[in-house]
């Protein structure tokens, strides 16, 4: 299963943009990147998931490197609502959702 | 529909004793999946069906636990002879596969307490 490393948490002021990093140096050409956030008491919620452009949705862009052994979520604007743990998890296409989560970054967001 | 439910929210049990927990997935989705979460910790995949065949189990599900979905649409994940170390959040999600994947809603949780 293919492994991917974020920092454990980050903070940020409110209404600023977060960048969130994740490391996938074993990532392989056909793994998707996902990302889940997931507050406190609640299921996983999805937020993005791209393989190897820049993707954006309403809630977020993530942003790919070229080499795919990193990649960026990107929070534009940083609300209280978006304090939760950001999970950064890689997956093949063809597998659908077996997930294998790390522990995530806790974000912060601060008022 | 609403998303993904599952019931019940909250069980305590008896060590020894056999729970089920319900999932009822989105509707038109094929994929159901069962994790299992402790605190601090990212969900842990259990097992994945689609429709009603179960395609994979996890080296953490024990010959204690198992799980159904007798018609691909809920589905149901039993765990005979309770120890405390089971207690933990048990989460379903489910999804529509497409190639290139889709996102997986996930419901809100078992939170399975053995005393």
């Known amino acids: 299963d293919a492994k991917t490393t974020q920092p454990n948490s980050m903070e940020s002021n409110e209404e600023e943009p977060v960048h969130l990093p994740c490391n996938h140096s074993t990532i392989s050409g056909t793994d998707y990147i996902h990302w889940y956030r997931q507050l406190p008491s609640q299921g996983p919620e999805y937020v993005i998931h791209g393989l190897t452009s820049n993707v954006n949705n309403r809630m977020a862009s993530l942003a790919i490197a070229e080499d795919r052994k990193s990649s960026t979520l990107i929070l534009h604007r940083a609300t209280l609502r978006d304090a939760a743990v950001y999970y950064c998890?890689?997956?093949?296409?063809?597998?659908?959702?077996?997930?294998?989560f790390g522990t995530g970054t806790s974000l912060t967001v601060i008022p | 529909d609403t998303g993904v439910s599952q019931d019940p929210r909250h069980k305590i049990t008896k060590r020894g004793q056999n729970v089920t927990f319900r999932c009822d997935p989105i509707s038109e989705h094929n994929r159901l999946y069962w994790y299992r979460q402790t605190l601090g910790q990212g969900p842990e995949f259990l097992t994945y069906?689609?429709?009603?065949?179960?395609?994979?189990k996890s080296r953490l599900l024990s010959d204690r636990f198992s799980a159904e979905r007798p018609k691909g649409s809920f589905s149901t994940l039993e765990i005979q002879r309770t120890e405390q170390g089971d207690s933990a959040m048990y989460l379903c999600?489910?999804?529509?596969?497409?190639?290139?994947?889709?996102?997986?809603?996930f419901g809100q949780g078992t939170r399975l307490t053995v005393v």
């Open positions: 069906f689609q429709n009603e065949a179960q395609l994979e």
């Open positions: 999600a489910s999804s529509l596969l497409v190639r290139g994947g889709t996102e997986a809603f």
């Open positions: 998890i890689l997956s093949l296409s063809n597998t659908g959702n077996q997930f294998y």
